[in-house]
């Protein structure tokens, strides 16, 4: 494990701006770079919001959103977790569970507003008298919730879904506050609204890859498999985060973990190495607020299982708050892959596939 990864001659493509402009011609590292301004502005967007629902007697508060736009329960889960005083889920499917009734707070998340997943759980929550907020740029979401008299938080569009984390992930956290139901996270934005936009500047593409961490890893994980793991807590939402933005925006397989859990499954997989597909670059997402033994978990783990990877790396957050160190990790993720598209010659912005199934199956 190196602290200080060496830069490749793939990164070092990374400073050429002729690079950059030829592998994303339609300028998405724009957007990426856009995401700290646009984490304030959906705070002024959430505290507009008006008719938000009453929280008496709540019992739970459930997330519902797909890819990109699901991935705010992610966030939202990791973050109030410590907070709320009742339990938040992440809902990423067709059905809701049974427990989700006339005592949960839903909020309804869809870019676009015409996932076909979030509506049909959206109308389910509907049914049984949820409270029920939405989070979107418009759609068929945006005309139902309206009609019900469900608060919408309309959100800026003409981005793509994982490109406008701010504007879905941000709105939820906003309203659980406006509703008492997240104690101290004013402080907490406050700090990730600076946290992200110092790593977005040491990001930016006009920081050379000797010292850029995000080009750096970038060409580093050309030709390899990615695998990320996060400590805990947060860590791990951003793991999971890095791993779909690996998949979208560098247009790679790549898999995700968090420890302890990890320390009981997958690292038995990498401990047999001989299965294993491709040579492997393994990002670890660490923060200050460790459990001791889970910082021990991560020496001990990657000692293990040494001989079996290409490299392990680090990314430090040295944030206090877990909302701040998980928008740190984002903003250094979401540089990351889409470098790590470009280094490839991989147009960051189009998901095609996506596209593909959605057309296939009239969603
Ligand atoms: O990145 C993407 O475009 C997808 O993961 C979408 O976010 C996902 O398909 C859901 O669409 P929406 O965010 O519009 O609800």
Same mark, same amino acid.
């Given at each position: 494990m190196t602290a200080t990864p ?6 070092? #493509? ?5 690079? *950059? ?6 300028? /998405? ?19 507009? &919001? ?24 992610? *966030?939202?889960? &990791? ?14 499917? +067709? ?11 839903? /909020?309804?998340? =869809? ?39 469900? $608060? ?9 879904? @994982?490109?406008?984390?701010? +504007? ?29 936009? @110092? ?13 850029? *961490? ?9 030709? @390899? ?25 560098? #247009? ?20 047999? =190495?001989?299965?294993? $597909? ?25 000692? *293990? ?8 790396e680090e990314?430090w957050?040295?944030?206090?708050? $877990? ?36 057309? &296939?199956?009239?969603?």
């Open positions: 060496a830069t490749t001659p793939e990164a070092l #493509k990374l400073d050429d701006p002729a690079t *950059l402009a030829e592998a994303d011609p339609t300028d /998405f590292l724009s957007a990426v770079e856009g995401l700290p301004a646009q984490l304030g502005e959906a705070v002024g967007l959430a505290d507009a &919001a008006e008719d938000l629902p009453d929280v008496t007697g709540l019992g739970s508060i459930a997330v519902l959103g797909m890819g990109g736009s699901g991935i705010s329960g992610e *966030l939202c889960r &990791a973050v109030l977790a410590p907070l709320a005083p009742v339990p938040v889920a992440t809902l990423r499917d +067709y059905d809701i569970p049974a427990w989700v009734g006339k005592d949960t707070l839903v /909020f309804a998340v =869809s870019y676009s507003g015409n996932t076909e997943e979030t509506l049909t759980a959206f109308r389910q929550a509907a049914a049984r008298g949820a409270r029920i907020v939405a989070v979107t740029t418009g759609g068929a979401l945006a005309q139902e919730a309206a009609a019900s008299g469900y $608060p919408v938080v309309a959100v800026p569009g003409g981005l793509m879904p @994982r490109a406008a984390l701010g +504007y879905v992930a941000i709105p939820p956290l906003v309203v659980c506050n406006r509703l008492g139901l997240a104690p101290g996270i004013d402080t907490a934005i406050d700090e990730a609204l600076e946290v992200a936009a @110092r790593r977005a500047a040491a990001c930016h593409r006009s920081v050379p890859a000797a010292s850029n *961490l995000a080009k750096t890893l970038a060409g580093r994980l050309v030709g @390899r498999l990615p695998l990320v793991w996060g400590s805990e807590g947060t860590a791990g939402a951003a793991a999971y985060r890095l791993k779909c933005q690996l998949n979208e925006n560098a #247009k790679v397989i790549a898999n995700w973990a968090v420890f302890p859990e990890l320390n009981h499954n997958e690292v038995v997989g990498l401990y047999h =190495s001989e299965t294993i $597909p491709a040579p492997l670059g393994i990002l670890v997402l660490r923060h200050v607020g460790e459990n001791p033994r889970t910082a021990r978990r991560i020496e001990v783990t990657t000692s *293990l299982i040494a001989d079996s990877v290409d490299f392990v990314i957050t040295t944030a206090a708050s $877990p909302l701040a160190r998980l928008l740190d990790f984002v903003v250094a993720g979401d540089h990351l892959s889409t470098y790590l598209g470009i280094a490839r010659g991989a147009d960051p912005a189009p998901i095609v596939v996506i596209d593909l199934l959605k057309a &296939a199956l009239g969603s």
